[in-house]
């Protein structure tokens, strides 16, 4: 026993360990990451916005139609937004289908000015601005997944372990119940994490892109294959749609998760790659 639990009486208290959790590489692509999904994010929404219906097949069918934003006029002759998923219909004005624009008057449009990139209809600057940083992206992409394979990366911190696996209801509740890891365990990503991060690195974002090209009729021409894997332009705009949508829910937990369990120790080690570890209790 030491002199300090001797003169206390009691076992000392265990002092913080700062790790290097992310290194350069990885802290880099992050970023570019974060910046590329923004502007994809708001620019796509404003190519959406040019024409705010989705379906599957080759062709539009508005018959059969997978979801739809658009203004109708209400019983009293008033502007409404109407929002349809499937066979259900909502009532979204002020949000989808009918929005104030930029000059405070009631617009028809998909997703509000606030949201698209340019705030104001054009489609073409929208389609400039989505199709740089796409590239930028996928560039990006591909240099965090060398870096990840060639260091091993995500053999070693993205890999799931069997014993996770068989805890993942109990990781499940401990989130829940917003309980973090501390001490050894904390130096590692936990199940959900793990198996969120590959969903969204080896299934969304891959099928952002090659959906993103199935839609270019430049690039059919190279891959004509790409049509018939998405069962033609209109279901690959779709799964486009959805698989946009699954990171940006993503994200959100990301964020939540990050301003939940520290803020300034989770932005640090983005930073620097220092990440500061609690004593298990």
Request: proline share 5%; net charge positive.
């Amino acid at each position: 026993m030491s002199v300090e639990a001797v003169e206390t009486g009691r076992e000392p208290l265990e002092k913080p360990e700062v790790v290097y959790r992310h290194a350069l590489p990885v802290r880099l692509t992050h970023w570019v990451n974060v910046l590329c999904l923004a502007i994809l994010l708001m620019s796509g929404l404003q190519i959406f916005n040019a024409h705010t219906h989705l379906y599957f097949g080759n062709r539009s069918d508005p018959q059969n139609e997978v979801l739809s934003m658009r203004a109708v006029r209400g019983a009293d002759g008033k502007p409404v937004g109407l929002t349809t998923i499937g066979t259900t219909t909502f009532h979204t004005t002020g949000v989808f289908g009918l929005s104030r624009g930029d000059d405070g008057q009631w617009e028809a449009r998909g997703f509000p000015s606030w949201i698209t990139l340019p705030s104001y209809r054009d489609l073409a600057t929208g389609r400039r601005w989505h199709f740089f940083f796409a590239w930028l992206f996928v560039i990006n992409g591909l240099a965090y997944l060398t870096y990840s394979l060639l260091s091993g990366h995500v053999r070693r911190d993205l890999s799931p372990t069997g014993r996770q696996l068989r805890n993942i209801g109990h990781d499940i509740v401990e989130h829940l119940r917003l309980r973090f890891p501390k001490g050894e365990e904390a130096k590692h990503y936990n199940v959900l994490q793990k198996l969120a991060y590959l969903a969204v690195i080896f299934v969304l974002l891959p099928l952002v892109v090659l959906t993103g090209m199935t839609m270019s009729p430049g690039l059919d021409a190279a891959f004509p294959f790409l049509v018939e894997i998405f069962g033609g332009r209109q279901s690959a705009r779709t799964i486009h749609f959805l698989c946009a949508t699954g990171i940006v829910l993503f994200v959100f937990v990301h964020v939540a998760m990050v301003l939940i369990s520290g803020v300034w120790n989770n932005m640090r080690s983005m930073i620097t790659g220092h990440y500061r570890i609690e004593p298990a209790e």
